[in-house]
């Protein structure tokens, strides 16, 4: 069974940085990507973040290029999400999600971590 365990979030000032992490528990990585979504009140999720299985590609939203980085260390079964220079407009309930092809779209994902809330105050 297949289950994600996010945490980290909470409340920043803009400008200021937060790191999410996703505990992946059986899990196979060899074929699938893993990614970041978010969804603010109102509004449909959107993908932030997208890793390859092998770790070595990366893509991003264009809102949050340049300031997210995802990682992930396998030998910890643990996806990342650095956020830097956080705005108001970041502020959304963050997701993680595995079993998906390389794409910032949320259906092409098949398992979901639990959320975890962001609130930028500027």
């Known amino acids: 069974q297949v289950q994600l365990v996010q945490s980290g979030g909470g409340s920043v000032q803009a400008g200021g940085s937060l790191t999410l992490s996703c505990a992946v528990f059986g899990y196979i990585y060899n074929d699938n990507c893993m990614g970041w979504f978010r969804q603010a009140p109102g509004k449909e999720r959107e993908g932030v973040a997208v890793?390859?299985?092998?770790?070595?590609?990366?893509y991003y939203a264009d809102s949050v290029k340049g300031r997210f980085t995802i990682s992930e260390d396998k030998a910890k079964n643990t996806l990342y999400l650095q956020m830097n220079s956080l705005r108001s407009e970041d502020t959304a309930m963050y997701y993680c999600a595995a079993g998906g092809t390389y794409s910032l779209l949320a259906s092409r994902y098949t398992y979901w971590g639990q959320g975890t809330q962001v609130t930028v105050s500027s």
């Open positions: 890793i390859s299985p092998s770790g070595s590609s990366t």
